[in-house]
């Protein structure tokens, strides 16, 4: 059953539909660019730096099969390259190539312009106010840095 329009949501079921909303945003995003969701969130993660296998694995909820499943599928487009991590002669890190560094910057561009128009609908302070309530949800269930914002992603360049 569905609220008419004009009451409102629960807290539950606002974050529910507005996560299922992102994620349908990016899953197209990600279509339009010829690569996965999944994949486009390791390219914007890789943005800020290379890393490890078990430190992508935290960072994207993923069991160790699927994560190299997933590095071998991005490393055959030319997205990704695993080089040797200098802290630890056995392990890899996982970097972004020239190419997969153009088609993640890209990729976070558009998506960002996307989901920037989500709450096209709201006020300048409405908005301000959901981003500093929703940032405070992320900070407080220490969401690791998945998506930087829009500013921070040139700062970050390899």
Do not use: W
């Not at 997969?100 to 976070?108: K, M, P, Q, R, W």
């Amino acid at each position: 059953m569905t609220k008419a329009t004009g009451e409102h949501m629960g807290v539950v079921t606002a974050l529910v539909r507005a996560s299922f909303l992102v994620s349908a945003v990016y899953a197209e995003s990600a279509r339009e660019y010829g690569i996965t969701s999944q994949q486009g969130q390791l390219l914007c993660v890789l943005m800020a730096q290379p890393y490890g296998m078990s430190e992508l694995g935290g960072i994207l909820h993923l069991a160790k099969s699927s994560l190299t499943e997933l590095v071998d599928r991005s490393v055959r487009r030319g997205l990704v390259r695993r080089e040797p991590d200098p802290r630890d002669g056995r392990a890899v890190r996982v970097a972004l190539t020239e190419q997969g560094g153009e088609l993640a910057e890209a990729f976070y561009t558009e998506t960002c312009r996307r989901i920037d128009d989500l709450p096209s609908g709201l006020a300048a302070a409405d908005r301000a106010a959901l981003a500093g309530l929703l940032g405070r949800v992320v900070e407080d269930n220490q969401v690791p840095v998945v998506f930087m914002e829009p500013g921070d992603a040139a700062a970050h360049k390899n």
